[in-house]
């Protein structure tokens, strides 16, 4: 079974500080790994995926990640972030093989970034 | 771009009432999606179809069902609403029945049942 951990539930920041958000999963199989952000009364949309390749992906609005195969690890960074950052971010996991339950989602709770002034 | 749009954005029902939640998708996707968003529970599956007519439960089907009777629409239907169906809801569509196909969601409805 896939499971998802985001290790914040909230991160509070000042604007142009850099920022991480933590993701862990546990899976018994190669899986795909993506970021979602969800703005204020809005639904989900991606911010980067990782599929294969480089272990570095980048996405929209200048946010990147680095799979970490060993440690199991999807962290999301921004090295400069704006006050329109503020948004409740998820990870989320699914299985590469396509069979059962692989081919479903797993979500991360969801960590809240409140970027101040 | 992909638009996946919900029918409402707020919805207030009574108890006991039959509430039917719409979502089209106009990208042609295969594969359609319901999901309730509670604070302190992320998102939680509770229906999903990869074709027209056809569909499995997610993790929380109970109280739901749902119907797919064109490849654009996928409604959700609570056949008896309850107070512990207040929630956010949300449609998403993906292109492939692959795991690595992204998906692209509605911007949700609010319900909430008196």
């Known amino acids: 079974a896939q499971s998802v951990t985001q290790l914040d539930s909230q991160v509070p920041v000042f604007e142009e500080a850099p920022v991480e958000l933590r993701c862990n999963y546990s899976?018994?199989?190669?899986?795909?790994l993506f970021w979602y952000v969800q703005y204020p009364n809005q639904g989900l949309q991606l911010l980067l995926k990782?599929?294969?390749?480089s272990t570095l992906v980048k996405g929209i609005n200048g946010f990147e990640a680095e799979f970490n195969k060993s440690q199991t690890s999807f962290h999301l960074r921004k090295p400069s972030v704006h006050i329109s950052d503020t948004a409740e971010y998820f990870c989320?996991?699914?299985?590469?093989?396509?069979?059962?339950?692989?081919?479903?989602?797993?979500w991360g709770l969801g960590t809240s970034l409140g970027v101040n002034p | 771009d992909v638009k996946v749009t919900q029918s409402s954005r707020y919805l207030v029902k009574r108890t006991g009432e039959k509430v039917f939640l719409e979502c089209v998708q106009d990208?042609?996707?295969?594969?359609m999606f319901w999901y309730r968003q509670d604070p302190g529970l992320g998102l939680r599956l509770i229906y999903f179809?990869?074709?027209?007519?056809?569909?499995e439960k997610g993790d929380i089907p109970e109280g739901y069902s749902v119907s797919r009777e064109k490849k654009e629409r996928f409604s959700l239907i609570l056949e008896s609403a309850s107070t512990n169906q207040t929630s956010m809801y949300l449609c998403?569509?993906?292109?492939?029945?692959?795991?690595?196909?992204?998906?692209?969601f509605g911007n949700g409805t609010r319900l909430t049942v008196t």
């Open positions: 998403a569509s993906s292109r492939e029945t692959g795991g690595g196909s992204p998906l692209h």
């Open positions: 990208m042609d996707h295969e594969n």
């Open positions: 179809s990869y074709d027209v007519k056809m569909k």
């Open positions: 899976s018994s199989v190669s899986v795909y």
């Open positions: 990782y599929l294969s390749g």
């Open positions: 989320a996991v699914s299985g590469r093989e396509f069979a059962g339950n692989n081919r479903k989602l797993i």
